[in-house]
């Protein structure tokens, strides 16, 4: 029998957050679903990052994912932003350790470099690369959506990369593992 594994990946914002789940079936993909959840109508900042997290919350309830991706906020120059964006991603992040679902970040580079090879790829080449891997038939109008696709497929992309080299659990496990490199 087959390993089975269900990623939620999300895109945080303020304006638009983008979500997409996939489903992993011995180590070939399949979209569950791929949406946006639009918060431009509302002006009320408390607002938004609440709907962020029932949103999150109800997404975790209904499809019951195994592991959470999302993208980390970029440094940009608008402070503002930021840290708008930071309370997006935080309450995202909230609600999935509210379900106990294991949380792992990505930086946008890292994303657009595991789906297309290259760190600055535009959003339309994610988005292209996607439906190509996905056999998404076609692409939303906005692009958030995919952007959260993109984490979970980078999510799966990155899972189960051996480490290259041995664990270690201090000095005395190191030294016990390597004796002949030791100068008594």
């Not at 594994?5 to 679903?33: H, N, Q, R, S």
């Not at 309370?87 to 792992?104: F, K, Y």
């Not at 657009?112 to 994610?126: D, F, H, L, P, R």
Request: charged share 25%; glycine share 8%; with cysteine.
């Amino acid at each position: 029998m087959g390993s089975e594994k269900i990623i939620l990946g999300i895109d945080p914002g303020t304006t638009i957050m983008g979500f997409g789940l996939i489903k992993v079936v011995d180590k070939k993909m399949e979209l569950i679903v791929l949406d946006e959840l639009m918060l431009k109508k509302y002006d009320d900042h408390y607002l938004k990052l609440k709907l962020i997290f029932e949103r999150t919350v109800h997404l975790i309830d209904q499809y019951h994912p195994d592991e959470i991706a999302i993208e980390a906020p970029f440094f940009g120059k608008n402070v503002q932003s930021m840290l708008k964006l930071g309370r997006a991603q935080g309450v995202a992040m909230a609600a999935g350790l509210s379900r106990e679902v294991p949380i792992t970040e990505y930086s946008p580079k890292k994303i657009k470099m595991a789906i297309t090879g290259n760190g600055n790829a535009s959003k339309e080449q994610v988005a292209k690369m996607l439906q190509s891997l996905l056999k998404m038939k076609e692409l939303p109008q906005n692009l958030d959506s995919t952007d959260g696709l993109a984490a979970a497929v980078c999510h799966f992309y990155n899972s189960g990369k051996v480490t290259v080299g041995k664990n270690y659990t201090g000095w005395a496990a190191f030294v016990k593992q390597n004796e002949k490199r030791v100068v008594k």
